[in-house]
């Protein structure tokens, strides 16, 4: 048997095989879909089965999807070109290192790209077509076409004649949303089977080189048994094209085509579809007949025999009934073809791919199989351009339900499309006993961070709008090692970064990590970025020069925002509420009104001065209550927030400042607020003028860039003054260049009644108490089957929902050793050693 290869002419999008047959190719985004959402999923197969359907007046068709290059390193560059200056060396080396991470481990990194070809001659009048073609073939089997030769010069005839029908088929392809696809589209098309899995077959911008030619590839089916062997002038591969040979009776949900590309290495999908005609002496209506009466006869024997009808007879004669219904009511009746084709540099990776595929699909009630005979007929049937021929293996009759039920051309890859990893989409179904490293070695979809994306309005189906980035869960997941590492990421951007650390454990370690030589001697870029940007503001009640650098009146120029910031303060200091209370109250209010006067003409005041103007009044409650405030002030962490004025306010203008107040104890996220000790609420009064300082410090400047990561920031939603201040920080916002990365407890804490401040992007790790509230916020159905998926979410997992309004499950993953290093949680006073760290 001699193969042909069918290309001839490539014209545009169009295809004209040696057969004389002209094919036209378009290609489709593919969807973003996952299991959590079913409505979704569904709606997808409905999509696709209106489009398969569109296309039966064509009668041959073909779908397959490619590997395609992600060019990571033309992304990573562009996105380099955005560092800060000052931050210019360490980020150029984080994306010198991840680009020789992910090829170390994947090689060429991929997505996949999805083709539609549709086969247009049959319908055009056969003699012309034949005719035209016979004037332009001057081809005989085994000439060697280099690609270049492989374009078409047509004249105007050729073209006018196609293009109609073309047109018909792109309208149509709409409903997928697909494009036509370019010339060198095409010509890849052709190419990549040819040069399967060698490094640069991948890419779209292949060399074309004229001495070139796709046949000078060699097929040896004999090297390696049931493996082809590629070899041409680009290198040598192994390849597997494994035929789907089987279903389970029922083909709904096995979802095949999406499951395997969760594997770690890229896997082709290529079908060939031929529309039956019904009835007629080759249609389907007569094959089915005769195939039921040679079923109704064995069942007839083995009845008679006296044993009972086997099992799977029985179920071939539903089917068939069901075809024979089918068939009366019309529906389309599809003959196809389908295969998975993976390859391998050696002999041995291509076999486990294959085993793994193989046991995958296995899960999912599908057989597939090696076709070890026939390698060099699969590679040859599933070229682009060859049609269905008449083969009888492998060979399956379905409706258009039977294709899209293998919900074709979706994916769920998260995150920004170039940026730094921060993670993976993981989709392991066992996670026991695995580090993380090792989890993350099995996927080939990082999930990318864009620090500077989150600002900009003008990102193609971008759906949120806000750059704030919220990440909830409960204690000890891991939200500040996550929350860290975006910050790190955020600060090689142009722009200023502000940590509020209130448990104050991050500066002191980092600078641990960074002083160890054995860190200095590996990483100088990043030791030497940290070293010089990284700034501790320490804020030391006991400091004299630190008292007052949180008093509203001293940081706060507007004066209303002073004002309501002051009265804040101190109702949060002391209740207010009774009536008895109410001259104090009042006073209160005209002590403020009157310092903030003085102010106004100068004099430099704090918040201390309006206590004395309540001391100095006629009433003895109002006196009583003043001396109370004060005696609570003395001595304690509030001299921070209480002053006469004698210090500046807080003025950030490091790069980086990581901002801790020293004597702080937060209560516990679930320790009711009525219940927090004297300490405790002081020290929530100093998180809320630091919530307002932060608001300022992301206001200050519109071109300038800033983020502002506050940890611990559920702390805001223990009091009603609390609420209003995370709000007004949510608000800065976009038009400010502000991005608020806020840690805090509950996912509940992320919604908001209007649309401003909402969260851009929001990371939720698992908490048993949320979990309805979580898939809720994240957008996912509230069902048991996601419950129970959220509840074995593995360690240092979390959801992610992106920019553009993804969810998926996504291990934090840190690849980078001495940044990984930093953002552990160190607990003060255990001795923080970075070698014992490391090693455990
Ligand atoms: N993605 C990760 N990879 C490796 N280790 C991690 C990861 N996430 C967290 N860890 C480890 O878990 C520890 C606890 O994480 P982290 O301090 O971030 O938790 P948390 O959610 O902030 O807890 P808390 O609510 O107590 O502040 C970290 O010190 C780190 O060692
Ligand atoms: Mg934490």
């Given at each position: 048997m001699k193969f042909k290869q069918p290309f001839h002419k490539v014209y545009h999008n169009l295809l004209l095989t040696t057969e004389n047959e002209v094919w036209a190719y378009f290609t489709c985004p593919s969807d973003y879909v996952i299991g959590q959402n079913k409505e979704v999923q569904e709606k997808h197969k409905q999509k696709w089965n209106q489009f398969l359907q569109s296309l039966r007046r064509f009668e041959d068709f073909e779908l397959f999807l490619n590997p395609h290059s992600y060019n990571l390193g033309e992304r990573l560059t562009a996105f380099s070109e955005n560092f800060d200056e000052q931050a210019k060396l360490m980020g150029d080396s984080l994306v010198d290192r991840t680009l020789s991470e992910l090829e170390n481990q994947l090689r060429v990194l991929t997505t996949e790209k999805f083709y539609i070809g549709v086969k247009l001659s049959s319908l055009s009048s056969a003699t012309t077509v034949k005719g035209k073609a016979m004037e332009v073939v001057d081809y005989y089997a085994g000439k060697l076409l280099s690609l270049n030769h492989y374009h078409l010069t047509v004249d105007e005839d050729f073209f006018k004649r196609y293009r109609s029908i073309e047109s018909e088929i792109f309208q149509l392809v709409g409903t997928i949303n697909g494009r036509r696809l370019t010339e060198q589209e095409v010509l890849q098309a052709c190419r990549y089977p040819y040069v399967r899995g060698m490094k640069t077959s991948f890419d779209l911008d292949f060399v074309e080189n004229s001495s070139y030619s796709l046949t000078d590839t060699i097929l040896d089916p004999t090297e390696e048994q049931g493996l082809l062997k590629l070899r041409s002038s680009e290198g040598t591969s192994y390849i597997a094209l494994l035929p789907i040979h089987k279903f389970a009776p029922n083909l709904a949900f096995n979802h095949i085509a999406e499951v395997v590309q969760s594997l770690p290495f890229p896997v082709e999908f290529r079908l060939k579809g031929h529309f039956e005609p019904l009835k007629g002496g080759r249609g389907l209506k007569g094959k089915s007949s005769r195939a039921a009466k040679r079923l109704k006869n064995s069942a007839k024997e083995t009845v008679s025999m006296g044993d009972s009808e086997m099992k799977s007879s029985r179920f071939n004669r539903y089917a068939l009934t069901d075809l024979n219904n089918k068939i009366d009511l019309r529906v389309p009746v599809i003959k196809w073809l389908g295969l998975f084709g993976v390859f391998g540099q050696t002999p041995e990776e291509c076999r486990s791919r294959i085993r793994t595929i193989i046991s995958l699909c296995q899960s999912r009630n599908v057989e597939i199989v090696k076709g070890l005979a026939d390698q060099v007929f699969l590679f040859h049937q599933f070229l682009a351009g060859n049609k269905l021929g008449p083969e009888k293996n492998w060979l399956h009759y379905t409706t258009v339900e039977g294709i899209s039920e293998m919900l074709l051309s979706v994916e769920n890859r998260i995150g920004d499309n170039v940026g730094i990893p921060i993670g993976i989409v993981s989709e392991l179904k066992n996670t026991r006993n695995l580090t993380p490293k090792e989890v993350a070695k099995t996927s080939r979809k990082p999930i990318f961070f864009n620090p500077s994306i989150g600002n900009q309005n003008d990102i193609a189906d971008k759906k949120a709008n806000s750059p704030h980035i919220a990440i909830t869960g409960?204690?000890?997941?891991g939200k500040s090692y996550l929350a860290k590492f975006i910050f790190f990421l955020s600060v090689l951007m142009n722009g200023k970064g502000l940590y509020v650390d209130p448990k104050s454990e991050f500066f002191d370690w980092i600078m641990e990590v960074i002083n160890h030589p054995l860190y200095q001697e590996k990483y100088p870029d990043t030791c030497a970025f940290i070293q010089q940007h990284f700034h501790q503001v320490r804020l030391d009640p006991n400091k004299t020069s630190n008292k007052g650098v949180l008093d509203p009146f001293c940081f706060i120029p507007n004066r209303v925002a002073a004002k309501d910031m002051a009265q804040d303060l101190f109702e949060e200091l002391y209740d207010f509420t009774s009536a008895r209370e109410k001259k104090s109250r009042l006073a209160m209010l005209e002590g403020i009104e009157t310092v903030l006067k003085r102010r106004d003409q100068g004099e430099r005041i704090g918040l201390l001065h309006v206590v004395d103007f309540m001391l100095e009044s006629t009433h003895e409650e109002v006196r009583d209550t003043a001396s109370l405030i004060k005696k609570s002030v003395q001595g304690s962490i509030l001299e921070l927030a209480f002053s006469y004025g004698e210090n500046e306010g807080l003025n950030l203008t490091n790069k980086v400042t990581i901002l801790e107040v020293l004597g702080l104890e937060m209560p516990r996220a679930e320790t009711l607020s009525s219940d927090y000790s004297a300490t405790q609420r002081k020290s929530v009064m100093l998180m809320m003028s630091i919530g307002k300082f932060c608001e300022l410090f992301g206001l200050r400047d519109r071109e300038e860039s800033t983020v502002v990561l506050f940890d611990e920031s559920w702390i805001f939603n223990s009091s009603k003054n609390g609420r209003a201040i995370i709000k007004s920080m949510r608000r800065v916002g976009r038009s400010f260049n502000n991005t608020l990365i806020i840690v805090t407890q509950s996912v509940k804490d992320t919604a908001e009644e209007d649309d401003t401040g909402n969260f851009g992007r929001i990371f939720a790790y698992d908490d048993k108490d949320e979990r309805e509230d979580i898939l809720h916020h994240l957008g996912l159905e509230i069902t048991n089957e996601n419950i129970e998926w959220l509840k074995n979410l593995p360690k240092y997992h979390c959801l992610y929902l992106d920019l553009r309004g993804h969810v998926g499950k996504m291990l934090v993953y840190c690849p980078y050793e001495e940044i990984h290093q930093m953002l552990q949680t160190v607990k003060k006073n255990t001795s923080a050693d970075v070698e014992t760290t490391f090693s455990g």
């Amino acid at each position: 048997m001699k193969f042909k290869q069918p290309f001839h002419k490539v014209y545009h999008n169009l295809l004209l095989t040696t057969e004389n047959e002209v094919w036209a190719y378009f290609t489709c985004p593919s969807d973003y879909v996952i299991g959590q959402n079913k409505e979704v999923q569904e709606k997808h197969k409905q999509k696709w089965n209106q489009f398969l359907q569109s296309l039966r007046r064509f009668e041959d068709f073909e779908l397959f999807l490619n590997p395609h290059s992600y060019n990571l390193g033309e992304r990573l560059t562009a996105f380099s070109e955005n560092f800060d200056e000052q931050a210019k060396l360490m980020g150029d080396s984080l994306v010198d290192r991840t680009l020789s991470e992910l090829e170390n481990q994947l090689r060429v990194l991929t997505t996949e790209k999805f083709y539609i070809g549709v086969k247009l001659s049959s319908l055009s009048s056969a003699t012309t077509v034949k005719g035209k073609a016979m004037e332009v073939v001057d081809y005989y089997a085994g000439k060697l076409l280099s690609l270049n030769h492989y374009h078409l010069t047509v004249d105007e005839d050729f073209f006018k004649r196609y293009r109609s029908i073309e047109s018909e088929i792109f309208q149509l392809v709409g409903t997928i949303n697909g494009r036509r696809l370019t010339e060198q589209e095409v010509l890849q098309a052709c190419r990549y089977p040819y040069v399967r899995g060698m490094k640069t077959s991948f890419d779209l911008d292949f060399v074309e080189n004229s001495s070139y030619s796709l046949t000078d590839t060699i097929l040896d089916p004999t090297e390696e048994q049931g493996l082809l062997k590629l070899r041409s002038s680009e290198g040598t591969s192994y390849i597997a094209l494994l035929p789907i040979h089987k279903f389970a009776p029922n083909l709904a949900f096995n979802h095949i085509a999406e499951v395997v590309q969760s594997l770690p290495f890229p896997v082709e999908f290529r079908l060939k579809g031929h529309f039956e005609p019904l009835k007629g002496g080759r249609g389907l209506k007569g094959k089915s007949s005769r195939a039921a009466k040679r079923l109704k006869n064995s069942a007839k024997e083995t009845v008679s025999m006296g044993d009972s009808e086997m099992k799977s007879s029985r179920f071939n004669r539903y089917a068939l009934t069901d075809l024979n219904n089918k068939i009366d009511l019309r529906v389309p009746v599809i003959k196809w073809l389908g295969l998975f084709g993976v390859f391998g540099q050696t002999p041995e990776e291509c076999r486990s791919r294959i085993r793994t595929i193989i046991s995958l699909c296995q899960s999912r009630n599908v057989e597939i199989v090696k076709g070890l005979a026939d390698q060099v007929f699969l590679f040859h049937q599933f070229l682009a351009g060859n049609k269905l021929g008449p083969e009888k293996n492998w060979l399956h009759y379905t409706t258009v339900e039977g294709i899209s039920e293998m919900l074709l051309s979706v994916e769920n890859r998260i995150g920004d499309n170039v940026g730094i990893p921060i993670g993976i989409v993981s989709e392991l179904k066992n996670t026991r006993n695995l580090t993380p490293k090792e989890v993350a070695k099995t996927s080939r979809k990082p999930i990318f961070f864009n620090p500077s994306i989150g600002n900009q309005n003008d990102i193609a189906d971008k759906k949120a709008n806000s750059p704030h980035i919220a990440i909830t869960g409960p204690t000890g997941n891991g939200k500040s090692y996550l929350a860290k590492f975006i910050f790190f990421l955020s600060v090689l951007m142009n722009g200023k970064g502000l940590y509020v650390d209130p448990k104050s454990e991050f500066f002191d370690w980092i600078m641990e990590v960074i002083n160890h030589p054995l860190y200095q001697e590996k990483y100088p870029d990043t030791c030497a970025f940290i070293q010089q940007h990284f700034h501790q503001v320490r804020l030391d009640p006991n400091k004299t020069s630190n008292k007052g650098v949180l008093d509203p009146f001293c940081f706060i120029p507007n004066r209303v925002a002073a004002k309501d910031m002051a009265q804040d303060l101190f109702e949060e200091l002391y209740d207010f509420t009774s009536a008895r209370e109410k001259k104090s109250r009042l006073a209160m209010l005209e002590g403020i009104e009157t310092v903030l006067k003085r102010r106004d003409q100068g004099e430099r005041i704090g918040l201390l001065h309006v206590v004395d103007f309540m001391l100095e009044s006629t009433h003895e409650e109002v006196r009583d209550t003043a001396s109370l405030i004060k005696k609570s002030v003395q001595g304690s962490i509030l001299e921070l927030a209480f002053s006469y004025g004698e210090n500046e306010g807080l003025n950030l203008t490091n790069k980086v400042t990581i901002l801790e107040v020293l004597g702080l104890e937060m209560p516990r996220a679930e320790t009711l607020s009525s219940d927090y000790s004297a300490t405790q609420r002081k020290s929530v009064m100093l998180m809320m003028s630091i919530g307002k300082f932060c608001e300022l410090f992301g206001l200050r400047d519109r071109e300038e860039s800033t983020v502002v990561l506050f940890d611990e920031s559920w702390i805001f939603n223990s009091s009603k003054n609390g609420r209003a201040i995370i709000k007004s920080m949510r608000r800065v916002g976009r038009s400010f260049n502000n991005t608020l990365i806020i840690v805090t407890q509950s996912v509940k804490d992320t919604a908001e009644e209007d649309d401003t401040g909402n969260f851009g992007r929001i990371f939720a790790y698992d908490d048993k108490d949320e979990r309805e509230d979580i898939l809720h916020h994240l957008g996912l159905e509230i069902t048991n089957e996601n419950i129970e998926w959220l509840k074995n979410l593995p360690k240092y997992h979390c959801l992610y929902l992106d920019l553009r309004g993804h969810v998926g499950k996504m291990l934090v993953y840190c690849p980078y050793e001495e940044i990984h290093q930093m953002l552990q949680t160190v607990k003060k006073n255990t001795s923080a050693d970075v070698e014992t760290t490391f090693s455990g």
